[in-house]
Nanobody, 123 residues
C-alpha cells in the first residue's frame, strides 16, 4: 500500500494560482486511481478531481471544472493539482487519495489518504 504526502499549499490572493503535489511511496502507485478532495471549515469533505492509472482520463467537480487540472507522473509516483483562477471559496484543506475505481473515488471510497495541505485564498 502506498503512503501519500501532499505539498504546495499556502496563501494566495483571489485570481492567483497554486500547484499541489502528492508524492507516493511504494512501488504500486501506477496501480491506483488518484484523486484530490478538499474540506472547508465547517463543511464535509468533497471530491475535487481524479485521474485514471495511465493519466488518460480525468474527471472534475463542477465547481472546479475549467480552473483546476489534475495530472500524474507515474515515473515520479506523483500526482499534481494545478489550480488557477482561485476563489475565496476554494479555501480548504486539500487531501490526496488513492483508490481502486473512478466511481468509488467520486463517492469518497478511497484506499489511502494523505494528511492534507492547507490552501487559503484571500479576497
Amino acid at each position: 500500500q502506498v503512503q501519500l504526502v501532499e505539498s504546495g499549499g499556502g496563501l494566495v490572493q483571489a485570481g492567483g494560482s497554486l500547484r499541489l503535489s502528492c508524492a507516493a511511496s511504494g512501488r504500486t502507485f501506477s496501480t491506483y486511481v488518484m484523486g484530490w478532495f478538499r474540506q472547508a471549515p465547517g463543511k464535509e469533505r468533497e471530491f475535487v478531481a481524479n485521474i485514471n492509472r495511465s493519466g488518460g482520463a480525468t474527471s472534475y467537480a463542477d465547481s472546479v471544472k475549467g480552473r483546476f487540472t489534475i495530472s500524474r507522473d507515474n515515473a515520479k509516483s506523483t500526482v499534481y493539482l494545478q489550480m488557477n483562477s482561485l476563489k475565496p471559496e476554494d479555501t480548504a484543506v486539500y487531501y490526496c487519495a488513492a483508490g481502486l475505481t473512478f466511481e468509488l473515488m467520486r463517492r469518497g471510497n478511497c484506499e489511502v489518504w494523505g494528511q492534507g495541505t492547507l490552501v487559503t485564498v484571500s479576497s
